[in-house]
């Protein structure tokens, strides 16, 4: 069997049915194979990034390794940025390079490179991989195929890389049909458990902290038996955001830097906090770790180095999510927690005194008021992705996501850029049900090419984009630092017309401008002429709409910018 026969026969037994790509000379063999032996799509993207950005965002729907592929040199390093998200936020995903030849390859000689494009792509991303392949000959294909495989998958999920020189994919190999070494359920600290269970009888204000591990192990459903049985309000990291239904009477809301301003409060104000798949790095507890240690903390987590990092004092509980929801539910099936009435009664005054539409000072369109307005609207939506910036917290403050709605956004890596590409990723894991992007004018210029992949594949993306003339969440930041100086951030009425960007690209598009132009935009943007096509809606907002609330430098979490009164305090 040829080895590129052979890879692209692997991925159809591990169940992967869409493989993202932009061709080049050292992955053509691959190509060739998976388009003449398989049925797998193949999905060729505009930019190498964007197809690991699309791999992602099809991983993080499906639970399954997103595969994308590029060829070496340029190729392959344009991948990084898409694999340091997965890395970063949990996702798995196996990134094949094609490399060159094995006899032109420098080798340890003293030299910069050998072969044409020759780049060593391993080295470069082993820091941000679980595991980096490079195959020196053909009888290893198999056994790192199926090895990196297992990697991607098993425990905290994440990217591994192979590079595979163009000809090892051309020579021919005989089978050994490597064999899968399944492992035993790990037990779970049953005296861990049983404390819990004790901590959460005698507390008077506990928290659960959902993040992305809840999704990342594949535990949502045992999640919801677990917060149903235990009667806790929930609080979200911005990962964790779609672990709760925005109804779902336990959600309280979306805690850290940027996060409901209510959440931070009642997450300053509990007694115990349950840490599920959330690493409290800064973003979600700010600088003043001492004031979150003030409390009893159960931390849930599948890896040991992750738990007592920066938040000391926690109670660890070290295993697969899905592991504990289901050992606590074998132990405290029959067992009736107590609703915390008063507590939530709590929660709820806090929530009426600091609503998130009211913390914004700003002429034109509200962008949370409009954020809600869009939930409500796409109520068939399978999917929201936002990108980094301003935008990326009115989306995480005042979406409305709903049982079976996906929320995706780039974390740790924090890429701008993120949000078009891994878009397509997830429509095609969705089966090109409707999903909606919310991007801003910087972002959406980074992968903007990728319009033309969106059309081509006719797919059913909604773009919204907010459009402010500028880097909102940095002039923020230089109006508080840099006496308003808006070097590299602030380009007026320079950035693109997008209606007219979309328009070249064959898409839908309009602009709105104001509050009275929302109502029959959104109508627009669903009814039954446009509901199943592309389209773009460019949404101006005053450049100098800033994002609050905001952790005020230096403070505990319950302090945000601006410092307002709650609204039962306004006009005394």
């Given at each position: 069997m040829k080895v590129s026969d052979f890879i692209a026969d692997f991925f159809v037994r591990k169940g992967i049915e869409t493989v993202f790509e932009l061709s080049g000379g050292m992955i053509t063999h691959i190509l060739d194979s998976l388009n003449q032996t398989t049925d797998i799509k193949i999905v060729t993207m505009h930019h190498e990034q964007g197809a690991a950005f699309a791999a992602e965002g099809f991983a993080r729907i499906k639970g399954i390794p997103g595969v994308a592929l590029a060829t070496s040199g340029p190729g392959a390093t344009n991948l990084l940025t898409g694999i340091g998200s997965c890395y970063f936020d949990s996702v798995p995903a196996i990134f094949v390079t094609g490399q060159v030849n094995t006899y032109e390859q420098k080798g340890n000689r003293p030299i910069r490179q050998l072969g044409f494009q020759e780049t060593d792509i391993v080295s470069m991303a082993s820091p941000i991989t679980k595991?980096?392949?490079?195959?020196?000959?053909?009888?290893?294909?198999?056994?790192?195929?199926?090895?990196?495989?297992?990697?991607?998958?098993?425990g905290r999920p994440g990217p591994v890389l192979i590079d595979v020189p163009m000809n090892v994919q051309r020579e021919q190999i005989d089978l050994c049909w490597v064999q899968k070494i399944t492992e035993k359920d790990k037990a779970v600290d049953q005296r861990g458990i049983s404390n819990l269970a004790e901590a959460i009888k005698i507390s008077k204000s506990p928290l659960i902290l959902a993040g992305r591990g809840i999704k990342a192990s594949n535990s949502q459903a045992l999640f919801h038996k677990f917060?149903?049985?235990?009667?806790?309000?929930?609080?979200?990291?911005?990962?964790?955001?779609?672990?709760?239904?925005?109804?779902?009477?336990?959600?309280v809301g979306f805690i850290g830097s940027y996060g409901n301003r209510w959440a931070n409060m009642a997450f300053g104000e509990c007694d115990l906090l349950i840490v599920l798949g959330a690493r409290l790095d800064i973003r979600q507890t700010g600088a003043d770790t001492k004031f979150i240690e003030n409390r009893k903390i159960f931390h849930i987590d599948c890896e040991q180095e992750e738990i007592n990092n920066r938040v000391k004092g926690c109670e660890a509980i070290v295993c697969d999510l899905k592991d504990f929801f289901r050992a606590f539910g074998d132990y405290f099936a029959s067992t009736k927690f107590e609703a915390k009435s008063v507590w939530r009664n709590r929660i709820l005054n806090l929530k009426a005194q600091w609503p998130d539409t009211a913390e914004l000072s700003t002429t034109g369109i509200n962008p949370n008021t409009f954020i809600h307005l869009v939930s409500r609207a796409s109520k068939s939506a399978k999917a929201f992705l936002a990108d980094v910036g301003s935008h990326q917290m009115w989306a995480s403050q005042s979406l409305e996501l709903q049982i079976g709605q996906h929320f995706l956004t780039s974390g740790g890596m924090g890429a701008m850029g993120f949000s078009l590409p891994a878009a397509?990723?997830?429509?095609?894991?969705?089966?090109?049900?409707?999903?909606?992007?919310?991007?801003?004018?910087?972002?959406?210029?980074?992968?903007?090419?990728?319009?033309?992949?969106?059309?081509?594949?006719?797919?059913?993306?909604?773009?919204?984009?907010?459009?402010?003339?500028?880097?909102?969440?940095?002039?923020?930041?230089?109006?508080?630092?840099?006496?308003?100086?808006?070097?590299?951030?602030?380009?007026?009425?320079?950035?693109?017309?997008?209606?007219?960007?979309?328009?070249?690209?064959?898409?839908?598009?309009?602009?709105?401008?104001?509050?009275?132009?929302?109502?029959?935009?959104?109508?627009?943007?669903?009814?039954?002429?446009?509901?199943?096509?592309?389209?773009?809606?460019?949404?101006?907002?005053?450049?100098?709409?800033?994002?609050?609330?905001?952790?005020?430098?230096?403070?505990?979490?319950?302090?945000?910018?601006?410092?307002?009164?709650?609204?039962?305090?306004?006009?005394?």
């Open positions: 595991a980096v392949f490079s195959v020196n000959s053909a009888w290893e294909v198999e056994e790192i195929f199926e090895q990196a495989y297992e990697i991607a998958m098993k917060i149903d049985l235990v009667n806790i309000p929930v609080i979200t990291s911005l990962l964790g955001l779609d672990t709760i239904s925005y109804d779902d009477p336990l959600r397509i990723g997830a429509s095609f894991a969705l089966n090109n049900e409707p999903v909606v992007v919310l991007v801003g004018d910087g972002c959406m210029q980074i992968n903007i090419q990728e319009l033309q992949t969106v059309v081509r594949n006719d797919l059913n993306i909604k773009i919204i984009v907010f459009n402010n003339q500028s880097l909102g969440m940095i002039t923020q930041f230089q109006d508080s630092y840099f006496d308003s100086r808006y070097q590299s951030t602030y380009w007026g009425y320079s950035a693109p017309n997008f209606e007219k960007v979309a328009d070249a690209y064959g898409l839908l598009a309009r602009t709105i401008s104001n509050d009275n132009e929302v109502a029959d935009a959104l109508s627009w943007l669903w009814n039954s002429e446009n509901k199943n096509k592309a389209a773009l809606l460019q949404v101006m907002i005053e450049p100098h709409t800033n994002t609050y609330p905001k952790i005020a430098f230096g403070k505990p979490i319950t302090e945000m910018e601006p410092f307002s009164k709650p609204i039962e305090m306004e006009g005394t």
